[in-house]
């Protein structure tokens, strides 16, 4: 783990051309991370960063290949779609060596992705770990917030994030990186956990629909008491 602060801590957003990986990536361009949007395609990531930066009116962020972003980063964040977790991790066994795997990925399983859906390994996070070995440590964390909520950058998320992880000090580190994007980071125990995180998510996409609401989530009551 680094003892970097965030003017110093390179993260790569895999999948940051999506909407929740941009909202995160802008939050933490903006609280003084540097911060690499991955894609499958360099040429997108390029022209996605480029965008981003137009919207914030500064040019904080720069575009890879997943790869390469993988590669140069500190601490990695994968937030890409169930159908494309397997593939986008499978050649990162290498670059994610020695660093920390922030998994947003939620098992959904079209069409039907208001109801739970456990894949063979569980919990996305505990096949993310499976696939990169022990050379990596994954941790679980951001599965239950809203992308509407993340794209309000000048306003807080009303949403605490669940941190499942087996290693302390990488869970630290994202709680961590919880407050810098505006919403409470909870440690919500090991990384096996992740299998009641993921499984939230379609809950809240049906009470979403049910209740004619955009960006439902979550409150830990009572740690404020």
Known sequence: MSDKNESQTTLA??????????????????SGYRVIIGSRSPEKALKRSAEMNAEMGRDLLSGMSNAAAAAAADLIVLSVPYAAH?????????????????????????????AVNLPAGGA??????????????VVAAFQNVSAVKLKQLD??????????????????????????????????????NAVAVESLTPLLLHINKNYQVKGAGIRITGLDA
Do not use: F, N, S, Y
């Open 13 to 30: 957003i895999l999948g940051g051309t999506g909407k929740e990986g941009a909202g995160l990536a802008m939050r933490w361009a903006r």
């Open 86 to 114: 397997k593939p986008t991790l499978a050649g990162l066994k290498e670059p994610c060596r020695g660093k920390v795997v922030v998994d947003l990925t939620v098992p959904l399983q079209p069409p039907e992705i208001m």
């Open 124 to 137: 996305a996070a505990l096949e993310a770990q499976a696939i990169l070995g022990e050379g990596a440590i």
């Open 155 to 192: 306003r807080p998320v009303d949403c605490d994030v669940l941190v499942c992880a087996d290693d302390a000090e990488a869970k630290a580190a994202v709680i961590a990186l919880a407050g810098a994007a505006g919403m409470r980071g909870i440690d919500a125990g090991p990384l096996k």
